[in-house]
């Protein structure tokens, strides 16, 4: 498929320009000298986001891949700037997809609050993008939000030519088949329970108890957020 080969591409140009850091992640590396050792992996409690596009083989079906390069940029763009603006870490870019991190390489105690915060941040960024491409003559872009929060494996990966610092753990995989989960259950965002109790908002909300996640045999309980 001639789009899966342009997001390829366009990942493989973002990481030849090097990661994504939040100021406060390049503040430890400087800090640590380009020293591994001082990054080496550790336990952490770590809010983990993923976004995705809604219907994104089909939107870019018609297009021609500069036009689906383009429309990852600025999807891409946008998410970045609401995550640092939220004090996270975007971790990686997976097609259409966005993964981010809150609370690494410390935490600043409402990790949970700026995840959630940054996704209805990212709402109202999508609502004036799309008002832009309305007039335009563009189609609108949608895009799904799940949240978790939990304990994480967090540090580099890597080499002092090329730091890759990361979350890896059953928190970052239930955060991103939460955000699948969405599809399902007719929501554009939706958090685990664990992440709900740590957070506080005013936005209407629906208790989804006992959901299966694939690839794990426990159920899990997750919550639904409307935005307007």
Not at 69 to 86: K, N, R, T
Not at 98 to 114: E, K, R
Not at 150 to 177: F, H, K, P
């Amino acid at each position: 498929n001639r789009h899966v080969l342009a997001a390829a591409e366009f990942e493989k140009n973002n990481a030849a320009l090097g990661k994504y850091f939040s100021p406060d992640v390049k503040k430890e590396v400087e800090k640590a000298g380009l020293n591994v050792s001082a990054l080496e992996p550790r336990n952490m409690s770590v809010a983990v986001l993923f976004t995705d596009i809604e219907g994104f083989t089909e939107l870019a079906e018609p297009m021609r891949s500069g036009e689906v390069l383009s429309l990852l940029s600025e999807y891409q763009s946008l998410m970045v700037s609401a995550i640092f603006d939220h004090r996270g870490t975007v971790d990686k870019f997976i097609g259409d997809a966005v993964m981010a991190n809150f609370g690494t390489p410390q935490s600043y105690g409402n990790d949970a609050q700026n995840a959630f915060d940054c996704a209805v941040s990212m709402h109202w960024r999508m609502k004036g993008w799309n008002e832009d491409r309305v007039k335009k003559e563009l189609p609108e872009i949608r895009h799904r939000v799940g949240i978790h929060y939990g304990d994480c494996i967090v540090g580099n990966v890597g080499s002092e030519q090329q730091l890759e610092y990361t979350v890896i753990g059953d928190t970052v995989n239930v955060a991103s088949r939460i955000c699948d989960l969405c599809k399902d259950v007719d929501s554009n965002f939706m958090v685990s329970r664990t992440l709900h109790h740590r957070i506080t908002h005013s936005e209407k909300s629906t208790a989804l108890n006992q959901q299966t996640i694939r690839g794990k045999r426990t159920r899990i309980d997750l919550v639904k957020i409307y935005l307007s």
